[in-house]
């Protein structure tokens, strides 16, 4: 047994993943489909930006040592024209924001701090040079890369394409993430359970985590608790980029996943960890394609998933890193655990910024769905400490 503790986790599958993936093939799609999708190369500016000394405000554009003072108003230039001449001293142009500053004019007068006495402008401030402009070229200069690869594109980068006039974006193929239930209580969801039977959820929460992360779900036949069905799925699921299996990872006699991947060749780079919910993770590689047993009652699948899977997931599908995401916020009463594991436990989390406010859900244990059904985020405890006081920031992973 190989126990590792969840900082050592996430250490190890970035590392062992980062350095043994082989990176999808690329496609183009239309900027509209390109969301969530992970760029593979560079993106370079076409010209500079902003591509010309852009005024950031309405007012009238001068010199700005002849500021505070009264100027003769030459003209207007608004956004989508252009000044022909250029300012000389004693000289100002009315402008409009996002227009271009006209030739000699070094900063804008924001228009709130003028007055207009017929053709002469009285400006009752002193402005820096530079105030109220924003130079051409200093956001990004032609050429230069703006957007690097392994980006995954969101609105924002969504905006800089647009703005560079690319209307198609190449990207990584969705990684193909095999998933495998185990379990001889198991039965498909269109089934009607006997009583000692239970649905599988795991296939689908799994299905839709792995989809949201960016992956392309591939569900395969429940596999029995027995040696050469389960072989044979796995066979199958390891022909994917990813393998996730659930059930069949703890100690019991019918937990035959490590025993099924280990006649397979694989490389285990670790069969537990210091987590709650989801200690028996395992983790390793086989036939090339890395895989994650997660432990089978459904809060540990999930949380496994989103704390461990998700970035393998991610990084197998070109991403440059695969950071975990907490927010923080407030505990709403006294909180305390056993230290020794890393606790992952359902909660509510409400309001905002310094009013965020955590409330643990009550639930029964690593099994109860609908526990996690009335949470929006999980509560993360430290493994190296006991107690926390009502008032007190905690990390908070949002599902
Ligand atoms: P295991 O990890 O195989 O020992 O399973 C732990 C618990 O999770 C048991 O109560 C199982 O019935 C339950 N479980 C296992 N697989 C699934 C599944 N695919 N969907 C829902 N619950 C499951
Ligand atoms: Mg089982």
């Known amino acids: 047994m190989d126990i590792v503790s969840f900082e050592q986790a996430r250490e190890i599958v970035a590392r062992e993943v980062c350095s043994g993936r082989r990176l ?30 852009r005024a950031t405000r309405d ?16 003209g207007q230039v608004r956004a989508g024209a252009e000044f022909s001449g250029e300012l000389r001293p004693g000289e100002a142009v009315e402008i409009m ?14 228009v709130e701090h003028t007055r207009c006495e017929g053709e002469t402008v009285v400006l009752e401030r002193r402005v820096r040079e530079g105030e109220n402009v924003v130079p051409r070229g200093s956001e990004a200069q032609a050429g230069q890369a703006a957007l690097a690869p392994g980006r995954r594109l969101r609105y924002p980068e969504v905006a800089l394409l647009a703005s560079f006039g690319h209307s198609a974006v190449r990207v990584y193929r969705r990684p193909r993430v095999s998933i495998l239930s185990t379990g001889d209580e198991v039965v498909e969801i269109a089934d009607t359970p006997l009583p000692y039977q239970i649905r599988n959820s795991n296939a689908h929460s799994l299905a839709a985590q792995v989809t949201r992360a960016g992956g392309e779900p591939i569900l395969l036949p429940i596999a029995p608790d027995e040696l050469a069905s389960t072989t044979g799925l796995v066979e199958r699921g390891l022909e994917a980029d990813l393998l996730l299996l659930s059930g069949g990872v703890s100690m019991g006699k019918y937990d035959l996943v490590e025993r099924v991947l280990a006649d397979l060749g694989a490389q285990f780079f670790f069969d537990g960890v210091l987590i709650q919910p989801g200690k028996p993770l395992v983790f390793g590689r086989a036939r090339e394609k890395f895989f994650f047993g997660l432990p089978g009652n459904p809060l540990s699948t999930m949380v496994t998933f989103e704390v461990f899977a998700r970035a393998a997931l991610e ?60 949470s929006n985020c999980l509560l993360v405890a430290s493994a190296n400490r006991e107690e926390w006081k009502a008032g007190e920031w905690m990390p908070v992973l949002p599902l």
Do not use: C
Request: proline share 9%.
């Open 24 to 53: 999808p093939e690329t496609e183009a799609v239309p900027l509209a489909q390109a969301q969530g999708r992970i760029a593979v190369e560079a993106v370079a500016a076409d010209r500079d930006y902003p591509p010309f000394d």
């Open 59 to 74: 007012g009238y554009a001068v010199r700005a040592r002849e500021t505070p003072g009264s100027l003769r108003v030459m």
């Open 97 to 110: 924001t996002g227009a271009p500053v006209p030739a000699g004019a070094d900063a804008v007068v924001m």
């Open 315 to 374: 990084l197998l599908g070109g991403a440059a890193e695969a950071p975990l995401r907490f927010t923080h916020a407030r505990l709403a009463s006294d909180f305390r655990h056993r230290p020794g594991l890393t606790r992952f436990l359902p909660a509510m989390l409400s309001g905002a910024g310094d009013a965020a406010v955590l409330n643990p859900v009550k639930w029964q244990g690593s099994g109860d769905v609908v526990a996690l059904t009335r």
